[in-house]
Antibody, heavy 118, light 108 residues
């Protein structure tokens, strides 16, 4: 069965960077795109970007261009999302989500809480 | 970027009610619209894709309609398990896969 296991919660200071991992299992890693979506406390869902694990190509939401980097390691079936220049507004749960029908996010990780606080 | 809006933002309803949520896009997205359900502390769940196609395993009381810029999600007879927040998401333009702001369905 498809499983996405994310790294643990992080606490970062403003201006720092955070790198969240998402280890996939139960399917062919390179066959499905992976999304990253975040949700601030009590707020809605915000799509951050997508990575093609096969070739590593990415597409980022304009809001995060220049601050986010998505990468993958095919040897460990893991995708990574790094967000830099953190500010308090980046405090959120970050989800990876494997594409399903029509490239939509269908299988989700458990989420990683990133707290940005001085 | 395409902007998505939803109405209402909150909806109070009773078990057995027929519930309709509206999602609008700032420009035509054809039928490239999905609906998700999210419960507190849980990841979202895909309900409907391509505006009206029911994802496998989703109860038939959920239905979607619309095209272009206006879409609806209907729950024909609200069940206790349906109290949640619902999000639409467009996927017409590959970047970004914009979500709507959400509609919370709570108990009247």
């Amino acid at each position: 069965q498809v499983q996405l296991v994310q790294s643990g919660a992080e606490v970062k200071k403003p201006g720092a960077s955070v790198k969240v991992s998402c280890k996939a299992s139960g399917y062919t890693f390179t066959s499905y795109y992976m999304h990253w979506v975040r949700q601030a406390p009590g707020q809605g869902l915000e799509w951050m970007g997508i990575i093609n694990p096969s070739g590593g190509s990415t597409s980022y939401a304009q809001k995060f261009q220049g601050r986010v980097t998505m990468t993958r390691d095919t040897s460990t079936s893991t995708v990574y999302m790094e967000l830099s220049s953190l500010r308090s507004e980046d405090t959120a749960v970050y989800y990876c989500a494997r594409s399903m029908i029509a490239s939509l996010p269908g299988y989700w990780g458990q989420g990683t809480l990133v707290t940005v606080s001085s | 970027d395409i902007q998505m809006t939803q109405s209402p933002s909150t909806l109070s309803a009773s078990v057995g009610d027929r519930v309709t949520i509206t999602c609008r896009a700032s420009q035509s997205i054809s039928s490239w619209l999905a609906w998700y359900q999210q419960k507190p502390g849980k990841a979202p769940k895909l309900l409907i894709y391509k505006a009206s196609s029911l994802e496998s395993g989703v109860p038939s009381r959920f239905s979607g309609s619309g095209s272009g810029t206006e879409f609806t999600l209907t729950i024909s007879s609200l069940q206790p398990d349906d109290f949640a927040t619902y999000y639409c998401q467009q996927y017409n333009s590959y970047s970004p896969f914009t979500f709507g702001p959400g509609t919370k369905v709570d108990i009247k």
